[in-house]
């Protein structure tokens, strides 16, 4: 035997040496199967070195507790460490298959049977080579148990383990600090599970959904039936009834709610070099028929997307931290958009270029009762059609409509668009020659160019549903989500908004998002009265004529008469048509300046700053809690989330049924021929 056999069998016939074999083999097995078996996408030099070594620390913690027991006992601890680790990794690869996302204790705690929810038996999705993740474990007890290595007795000093132990941590540490230099807010924000593991580990992950679905589940318990009531009191006093001009006029149509990426109010008419940014938008937000809210503003925390969309659909406000969508939309009830149309006979789908793991999307919309969530695997891939998080936009909007035409109608239909997304990347093929803006901070720049592209994307999906015959009964709600320019760039901001500096009121105003409801007939016009998001599902369901006034929705209709004009930004800041409050300055909405007010005022900015911290808490009192379990309105059936399934085989098999059940789709009234082809520009289908 050369020396350095021998030199390794000694090694390994130690306990140290045996230790670290052990975590050697896991950290080549984790890594073969996070490339082979997982699409983390990572990207870049710290990502991939992350990526890399993000097994080690957690198996040097791990494993490093049967450090601190004796004889046998320690090498049997490793081998059933070894054997649960791989076990979770076989658990999350097979889950991983069918859901392009990780397996967390949320999940696992509350489906009950995760089984059912993989809609095929587990012998259909198990590869055989899924096994190999044991194979390690196999391998070493074989040798342990033919004495191949031998047990090494000798006791080892309870400081040597400890040391280990705070070397895993520091390593941990260390770790976390990287990853979140690359990808900040990623444990407090709650993008994305795929992000936690690729930065962190799976071993991480599962550390950190345990926190998830701990904190949840307190908040829950801590929660009873008699606090809806404090909820629906507040309601009660707050709700307003609807304008009768408009209350049910849209009756029964299909509804088109398009999410326009980090699309900011600015944007409308603005002009680069005497060109229209958004030529096409700007035309639909003077047409005749479309009602445009000028004073309308995002209000979304860090959740950003998830924010908007739950206050869109559940008119619920985002939480002060992380995101509402990851952390409780697994397990909470609601009242949302999706499950409340449907009940009115309505089919619902959400489209999305990005993975479905995104701001938990996959789970949440199925508690929010959609039909369909068709996401990246139901579109074809190729490069070149992505940019950024995922699909560009007008190749979304393309592959979008094949599904479009298949759902029967009515239909609500929420497409959420992506290439408008920091950091306004476009290739110039797509930028049709349009000029940057010069403000010389190269984050904004590029802004208006990828807000152009969206804008033809926008017109080429509108075209189409005028020649697919879906154009004349629909309604298009259109809204952008949240800003696209944040405050750290005031300079830049100056300089679009013809300025020679921004003050705070310059940045609140800034955050004003377009809001248009357009449908034909509908008498529309540009008002001014001040809103949200939160705002958006009573208008919504007062102009179909959907019964609203017993869910839970913070927001009133926007065309009520009488109602509250009062803006809540999720920081406790608030806007009204006469007082912008930021911080402990209140500024006049009107002109911009810094208020000093009297008894009177004082008293009347006192109220309003007392309904937008009620407003708030109590919304956050109904996610934390789950509240809305407690509750039922005649009008409302609570959603079955089991009964959703949005994997792509699953998916298409619904919509192929529901063409012979409920034979209403363009499609199927077209004796089941496409009724129309989808034009586009787009370069890269030429
Ligand atoms: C990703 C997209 C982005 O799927 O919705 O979310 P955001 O970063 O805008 O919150
Ligand atoms: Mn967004």
Redesign the pocket.
């Known amino acids: 035997m050369s020396n350095i056999m021998k030199r390794f069998t000694h090694t390994i016939n130690t306990k140290w040496g045996f230790f670290f074999l052990t975590v050697a083999l896991f950290w080549i097995k984790t890594y073969v199967v996070y490339q082979t078996k997982f699409t983390l996408g990572a990207k870049g030099s710290v990502q991939e070195f992350l990526l890399l070594i993000n097994p080690i620390p957690a198996a040097l913690l791990i494993f490093g507790i049967a450090l601190y027991f004796r004889g046998r006992l320690a090498y049997w601890l490793m081998m059933i460490i070894s054997f649960l680790e791989s076990t979770w990794i076989f658990a999350n690869i097979v889950y991983y298959r069918e859901f392009s996302d990780f397996l967390s204790v949320g999940i696992i705690k509350g489906s009950g049977d995760v089984q059912n929810n993989l809609g095929k038996s587990l012998a259909e999705i198990v590869k055989i080579s899924d096994f190999g993740v044991y194979l390690d474990v196999l391998i070493l007890i074989l040798l342990l148990s033919f004495k191949v290595i031998k047990i090494d007795k000798r006791p080892l000093k309870r400081r040597y383990a400890f040391t280990m132990t705070l070397v895993s941590l520091g390593l941990m540490g260390a770790e976390f600090g990287m990853a979140n230099a690359d990808r900040s807010g990623l444990l407090t924000r709650t993008?994305d599970n795929n992000y936690v593991v690729k930065y962190l580990g799976l071993n991480e992950f599962a550390a950190f959904s345990a926190y998830q679905s701990q904190k949840e589940s307190a908040t829950r318990a801590n929660a009873s039936a008699s606090d809806i009531q404090s909820v629906l009191k507040f309601l009660k006093k707050s709700r307003v009834s609807p304008n009768a001009e408009y209350y049910g006029t849209q009756k029964g149509k299909n509804v088109f709610v398009i999410h326009l990426?980090?699309f900011q109010q600015f944007l409308i008419d603005y002009k680069v070099e005497g060109k229209e940014v958004t030529p096409n938008l700007n035309k639909f937000y003077h047409n005749n028929n479309t009602l445009s809210f000028d004073n309308f503003y995002n209000q979304v925390g860090q959740?950003?997307?998830?924010d908007a969309e739950l206050m869109l659909e559940n008119s619920l406000f985002g939480l002060p931290q992380g995101s509402a969508m990851t952390t409780y939309g697994t397990q909470n009830t609601f009242q949302a958009a999706p499950s409340i149309l449907d009940q009115q006979g309505y089919t619902t789908a959400a489209f999305?270029g990005?993975?479905p793991s995104?701001?938990n999307?996959d789970n949440t919309y199925k508690s929010w009762g959609y039909d369909y969530f068709f996401s990246n695997s139901y579109y074809k891939e190729k490069e070149a059609y992505n940019v950024g998080?995922?699909m560009k936009d007008k190749i979304f909007f393309d592959q979008s409509a094949q599904y479009i035409q298949q759902l029967s109608q009515p239909f609500y239909a929420k497409l959420?668009t992506?290439t408008n997304?920091?950091p306004y990347e476009i290739d110039s093929k797509n930028t049709d020659d349009f000029p940057q803006t010069k403000t010389g901070d190269k984050t904004v720049d590029p802004y208006v160019q990828t807000a152009h592209y969206l804008d033809q994307a926008f017109a080429e999906f509108i075209s189409y549903l005028k020649d697919a015959g879906l154009y004349k009964n629909s309604v298009f709600v259109l809204y952008g989500?949240?800003y696209g320019i944040s405050n750290n760039h005031r300079p830049a901001i100056a300089k679009l908004l013809g300025k020679d500096k921004v003050t705070q009121y310059d940045l609140a105003q800034f955050q004003k998002v377009p809001f248009m409801i357009h449908a034909e007939g509908l008498k529309g016009g540009i008002n001014h009265t001040y809103g949200g998001e939160i705002d958006v599902l009573p208008t919504l369901l007062d102009l179909l004529g959907v019964k609203n006034n017993t869910t839970v929705q913070f927001g009133n209709d926007l065309l009520a008469k009488n109602r509250k004009q009062l803006v809540a930004f999720r920081n406790g800041n608030f806007v009204s048509p006469q007082y912008t409050k930021i911080g402990s300055t209140v500024y006049d909405t009107k002109t911009g300046e810094v208020l000093k007010l009297n008894k009177k005022q004082r008293a009347e900015v006192s109220a309003l700053q007392n309904h937008v911290t009620t407003e708030l808490s109590l919304s956050d009192r109904v996610i934390y809690g789950d509240l809305l379990r407690f509750y039922d309105p005649d009008n409302f059936k609570k959603t079955d989330k089991a009964k959703y399934n949005y994997k792509l085989n699953s998916g298409l098999a619904q919509l192929k049924k529901a063409q012979k059940d409920n034979p209403t789709s363009a499609k199927a009234k077209n004796d089941g021929k496409v009724s129309a082809e989808y034009k586009t520009d787009a370069p890269e289908l030429k």
């Open positions: 993008f990426e980090s959740g950003k997307t998830a999305h990005d993975v995104f701001w999307r998080y995922g959420i992506l997304h920091y989500d949240h």
